[in-house]
T-cell receptor, first 112, second 115 residues
Framework: GDSVTQMEGPVTLSEEAFLTINCTYT??????LFWYVQYPGEGLQLLLK?????DKGSNKGFEATYRKETTSFHLEKGSVQVSDSAVYFC???????????FGTGTKLQVIP | EAGVTQFPSHSVIEKGQTVTLRCDPI?????LYWYRRVMGKEIKFLLH????????ESGMPNNRFLAERTGGTYSTLKVQPAELEDSGVYFC?????????????FGPGTRLTVL
């Protein structure tokens, strides 16, 4: 079945540091890929998505590129802020967008 | 526009008791999903409603879990009797039925603790 593997946290960075959270996936078809974010006390929010190979999703300074050859969708940001502290989930949807398969989540803490 | 709401935000019960979680989707969204995150693990799909019908309940862990969506509006997820391993955060999501990709909008979750 489908699965998503992402790097374990927690990840602690200083403000303005470069962020990479690795994500790889296994799917039978051609999934759409997502990064969701959960800020403290809030629900899951879609951060960015990519629906086909080589697409780059971007939002709020975060980027991720759909790499079919390496089955990866790594999340990057050039300069993190304290407000980026949250849990980040890599995810995919491979059944007409009806069921989302998530990774375990990576907690990011950014310190001033 | 109001987002997906869930009630309660937290619930602490003893093993063997019954708990009912409620989800109110975004108005007009036909699709409603339940997911669960057990401590430190991935968020797992439980089931999917289209209006009042169960489209996919392949993720329901066992028959102690019962989900309903009477009238195709809000949904409830009942756990009876609750076991220790049922502890976790239960998320609800909804999406419209139109377009090629229907983003799922998630609620804040209900944190269930079974003692």
């Amino acid at each position: 079945g489908d699965s998503v593997t992402q790097m374990e946290g927690p990840v602690t960075l200083s403000e303005e540091a470069f962020l990479t959270i690795n994500c790889t996936y296994t799917a039978t078809g051609y999934p759409s890929l997502f990064w969701y974010v959960q800020y403290p006390g809030e629900g899951l929010q879609l951060l960015l998505k990519a629906t086909k190979a080589d697409d780059k999703g971007s939002n709020k300074g975060f980027e991720a590129t759909y790499r079919k050859e390496t089955t990866s969708f790594h999340l990057e940001k050039g300069s993190v802020q304290v407000s980026d502290s949250a849990v980040y989930f890599c995810a995919l949807s491979d059944q007409g967008y009806q069921k989302v398969t998530f990774g375990t989540g990576t907690k990011l803490q950014v310190i001033p | 526009e109001a987002g997906v709401t869930q009630f309660p935000s937290h619930s602490v019960i003893e093993k063997g008791q019954t708990v009912t979680l409620r989800c109110d989707p975004i108005s007009g969204h036909d699709n409603l999903y339940w997911y669960r995150r057990v401590m430190g693990k991935e968020i797992k799909f439980l089931l999917h409603f289209v209006k009042e019908s169960k489209q996919d309940e392949s993720g329901m862990p066992n028959n102690r879990f019962l989900a309903e969506r009477t009238g195709g509006t809000y949904s409830t997820l009942k756990v009876q009797p609750a076991e220790l391993e049922d502890s976790g955060v239960y998320f609800c999501a909804s999406s419209p039925t139109s377009g090629a990709y229907n983003e799922q909008f998630f609620g804040p979750g209900t944190r269930l603790t079974v003692l």
